[in-house]
């Protein structure tokens, strides 16, 4: 017997699992179609008049920086800016999204841009977000050739753009949007739920910021 | 590890003695309970929400084999493999064979309670492979070559004075004259080194804070990044998890995150909730090129259809151990295995078993915080009780004990004996009141007397009073 069979039947042994079933199987399948939302929050019900300022709040509150442009054509300004700002040197990696690729990058010619992956040698990574939940201010980011995990972690500096729109109230309402781009029950290899810099409490239970991911976290909120 | 749950007794006592460990403890108020309770009170909803990610559990338990079925296959669907470990051992051989097989020389670990639970690391050494946990609490205390004391703050138990000492022992490449005076240098002194092992890394160790069915996707929940770091960079991802983390789909992950962060350190949500799904696609630039699931039983799916089958529950926030009086003064070490607290109390018997780790469930006050913070409702003092009856069952309480409790069964069971008894004893005591009004020794009774003072009584007893006030006297 494989160790699949033995624990799946030591399982149904234990729950009294009739030899009829039936019933328990469509349970689970209609579950699993679909995949009913339990009671949320109030703070996972904003209106879409709401919603941005919402997410601001919540995102400065876990340390984030916030800023809106009206267009995709002002990130590269916005992002020379804000590295000036930070004393930070005018060199980023972002990955080969699209929306990403379309902005004016030649506008500033003082910010050097790199596309593809990290190799840890990056001090800024730009990414472009799926979506975001406004309840607590989380960024969703999926992988893929536009998008590469490792600029969400190795450089010391994560910048990312999301679109105003794009902006949900809940998380569940940003999983329906990736059933909508990838298809039910379809996920790249990794999507990261970010909400804030990277920190840890583990010396005397004292927050610091910038443990092995980025020290800062700045989005810029596209229209 | 060494078990030593059974010297839970002489454990505490020198933990209550350890100044050191208590002015660590200290932290835990300060840390967790007060920012718990800051983050539920800033959600009116909370109580419901608790209610509806105990009741997705309760759902998923029912129907666990389907479930399990459901995300095996959907894992296989998605280019991952799945094995099924029922042991401790099976699980160990399972990791040690895929790193052989890949000719892995150094594994980077994010945090895992699971990878304690079946000494993975104890397991990899033995066959020549470098572990190296990443979580900054698990860095240092693998250092001191200790267990975590925490489950999710392994080195709760230490000062700044002593991480400092350890990284001036390990790092020893260092200038000496460094400055680690403050928390910030010792953190940023760990990032650099562990930068390099991340990048060194042939296999990254996971464990699984949740497994959902309807994507075949594993969730981790972290603050450092570690963790992703550790799946992202090598070659393999290994996922270690046991078979109760499996939830139906991502709605209902997302019910259950809603109250794990808040009730574990009071944070909204944590900062890195990382899906993973497989191996890396065709056409990513990074990401690992396998992907394993290594799902662990190793007694739970007995749990089932129990007393205990609440405990399956548990999503490991740490709430009932930070809120713990016992925990509090003792720390998560002197629990003797993997798993402290209220939790542990429950969960290590299971485990190990009652005979080795039958002193756990004895030590609870019974206060019931831990019931009252447990974002699952896990009804922790009734489990609490039904080891102790167990363990009596068993035989494995102490002969003194068991004398004792035998003759108040006897008296129990006539009540007029009873009152007649307990009548005397009250009118004798009140009559031998030492000054003060309290007993500092009592015969038969020395061991409860040796941490505290019984007040004498007034001369009637309980069900006296009772008899007359009903009486309208």
Redesign the interface.
Known sequence: M???D???S???R????AEDEAT??L??AR??ET??????????QSSPAERFDLFRE?AE??SATVTRVASPGEVPTEIADYLRGQNLAPRIRR?ADPRLGAMPWKSVPTLEVWA??SD?NDPVGLSHALGAAA??G?LFVT???DN???L???PETHIVVVAAEDIEA???AT?QRLRTTHGK??????????????????????I?L?????KRLHIIVVG | MDITSPSFKENATRAIGDKSLQK?LG??E???IYKRAKAVAA????E??R???R??KN?TL?????????Y?D?VAA?GGH?????TAA?ARDIVLDICRRVEAKTVTKGKSMITEEIALNDHLEKNGITTVE????EY?IQLRGEHPSHII????HL??EQ?EADFRRVHDKLPPERNLDE??A??GEA?AV??ER??AADVGITGANFLV?????SIIVT????G??TQ??PRVHIVVAS?EKVV?????A??I??VLARSA?G???????????????S?????PDEYHVV?L?NGR??????PFEDMLRCIRCGACMNHCPVYQVVGGHAYGWVYPGPMGSVLTPTLIGVDKAGHLPNASTFCGRCESVCPMRIPLPKMMRHWRENAFARHLTPPSERSGLGVWKFLARRPALYALATGIAVRAMALLKPKGGRFRTLPFASGWTRHRDLPAPEGRTFQAMWKDRKAGK
């Open positions: 494989s160790g699949r033995a624990v799946i030591r399982i149904r234990s729950l009294g699992v328990r199987r349970t689970v579950r699993l995949a009913p939302v339990a009671p949320q929050p109030a703070q996972a919540k509150a876990v990955g593809g992956p840890g309840e607590t989380t992988s893929g050739a590469p995990t490792t969400n972690f190795l809940s998380y569940e999983w029950g379809t996920m790249p290899r990794t999507v990261n739920l970010i909400s804030g810099p990277s920190r840890s409490g583990d010396i005397e239970q004292t610091l910038g443990a092995h991911g980025p | 660590a932290n835990v300060r840390g967790f959600v009116p909803a909370f419901t929400l209610d509806a990610a009741d997705i759902h029912a129907h666990l084999d389907l479930y399990l079925e459901a095996a959907k998605t799945v094995h099924f470990a029922e099976d990443t979580d900054l609490g240092i703050a392994p080195a709760v000062n700044k991480i928390p910030v010792l953190l990032r562990l930068r991340f990048l069915a309807e994507t075949g996707t603050n450092e990044g570690n992703d770091l992202i960079l078979i139906p789909t991502l709605e209902d997302s019910a995150l809603r350190t944070q909204e949500m944590s900062v890195y909730t990382t899906l993973s799904t497989g191996a890396k696609r056409g990513d630039p990074d990401g799902l039983d799916s007995a749990m089932l259809g129990t």
